[in-house]
């Protein structure tokens, strides 16, 4: 199973299920590493509409448009959301911090060495391959929110992440 492509296919069920039609425009497809990131970064910010907010598929291109952000003089949170397909701890050390999706690590090892265990105990028998699906934990940090007059208040793409819907966001998602 390719991980993005679950995760594009996630948000696209995502939008739907709230009622409104994934408009393509806004997956902006790119490799994974952090240069791949910045260059994709880039082609979003020289689109004629630009986003509320990111919604990065990994840790590198998270931690790109967070740089790049810095050398356009962007304020994450104020003026632009992010939030990532993972919560690396090094996002948390971020300031502001990063909202990510907390993978439970522990769990999906576990399984793992227990599917392994019972295909060496039941090698005689055919046995077939299967996915197994973990729930994720939406970690809301300081990058998804927006700042106004030194009160934080829970922006679109917050909202959005969390699962409540609202028309006016315009998140990007590579």
């Known amino acids: 199973m390719n991980t993005c492509r679950s995760r594009i296919k996630g948000y696209r069920e995502a939008i739907s299920r709230y009622g409104m039609t994934p408009d393509e425009s806004l997956i902006v497809k790119t490799g994974m590493s952090f240069q791949e990131g910045r260059v994709g970064f880039q082609k979003v910010m020289s689109m ?4 509320d907010a990111i919604f990065a598929t990994g840790e590198q291109i ?3 448009v967070y740089s790049e952000t810095k050398k356009m003089g962007l304020h994450i949170g104020s003026q632009l959301g992010l939030a990532a397909f993972s919560c690396d701890p090094l996002l948390a050390l971020l300031e502001p911090s990063v909202t ?11 399984m793992a060495a227990q599917l392994c265990i019972n295909e060496i105990e039941n090698e005689n028998k055919s046995t077939k391959s299967r996915a197994e ?14 700042t106004s007059a030194d009160t934080l208040v829970v922006s679109s793409y917050s909202s959005f992440l969390s699962g409540k819907n609202s028309d006016e966001s315009l998140v990007y998602i590579y």
């Open 48 to 51: 004629e509409q630009k986003p």
């Open 62 to 64: 998270a931690l790109a």
């Open 100 to 110: 990510g999706l907390g993978q439970k690590g522990f769990e999906m090892g576990s």
């Open 133 to 146: 699906t973990l729930s994720n934990e939406l970690i809301i940090r300081k990058s998804s929110l927006k």
